[in-house]
């Protein structure tokens, strides 16, 4: 069965330090992985995904993730945090490209400090 | 542009009533999702549609229905409700050239008293 570990429930960063947001993955197969946000009150927006290739991909707001296959690790990291990167992440994981049938890790709720 | 939407946003109703959610996808987008958040909790796929038939299925209740229209929106029927079916319901959509990405709407809230 798959899974998604994240293994951080929240986490605190001052605005302008580093992020970097843990996802761990338990999938049978070649594992196609998605990192979302949801802000207050608003819907899930995709940042970004991976299915194959180049494992450092690029995503939206500045946000880019690593897919480790040894590690079973697709990390998420930002250089720079924003006040407004204020958020819950969603590391998840999907059996195709297509994107249905997604099994989300818990979440992590990131607060930025001025 | 436009953007999934779902109807009603909040939605209170008492335990062993029946509730409808609504979705209405991007135009020209075939494919729906519902999936069902709760308190505190990760989203859970419950059902998708593929040019109105059922594609997939996950952790739908039996108490739960859908469907989808021949206009490509999409309802959820939940009935007998209880205390535990209050939740965020997020309602997706995709439709080529964006395969591999769903638009989510932003969700009804369900209270079930």
């Known amino acids: 069965a798959q899974s998604v570990t994240q293994p951080d429930i929240h986490i605190t960063v001052s605005e302008g330090a580093s992020l970097e947001l843990r996802c761990n993955y338990s999938y049978g197969a070649t594992p196609y992985l998605f990192w979302y946000v949801q802000s207050p009150g608003q819907g899930l927006q995709l940042l970004l995904k991976?299915?194959?290739?180049?494992?450092l991909v690029q995503g939206i707001k500045g946000f880019e993730a690593e897919f480790k296959r040894s590690q079973s690790s697709f990390n998420l990291r930002k250089p720079s945090v924003h006040w407004s990167d204020a958020a819950e992440y969603f590391c998840a994981v999907g059996p195709n490209n297509a994107g249905n049938m997604l099994t989300f890790g818990g979440g992590t709720r990131l607060m930025v400090k001025p | 542009a436009a953007g999934v939407i779902q109807s009603p946003r909040h939605l209170i109703k008492e335990k062993r009533e029946t509730a409808t959610l609504k979705c209405y996808p991007i135009?020209?987008?075939?494919?729906v999702y519902w999936y069902q958040q709760g308190p505190g909790q990760d989203p859970q796929f419950l059902i998708s549609f593929y040019e109105k038939m059922q594609s997939d299925k996950g952790s739908i209740p039996d108490r739960f229905s859908a469907q989808q229209f021949s206009d490509y929106h999409s309802e959820l029927n939940m009935s007998s409700l209880e205390l535990g079916d209050s939740a965020l319901y997020f309602c997706?959509?995709?439709?080529?050239?964006?395969?591999?990405?769903?638009?989510f709407g932003e969700g009804s809230r369900l209270t079930v008293l």
């Open positions: 991976y299915f194959s290739g180049d494992t």
């Open positions: 135009p020209r987008h075939d494919t």
């Open positions: 997706a959509s995709k439709g080529l050239p964006d395969a591999g990405e769903l638009f």
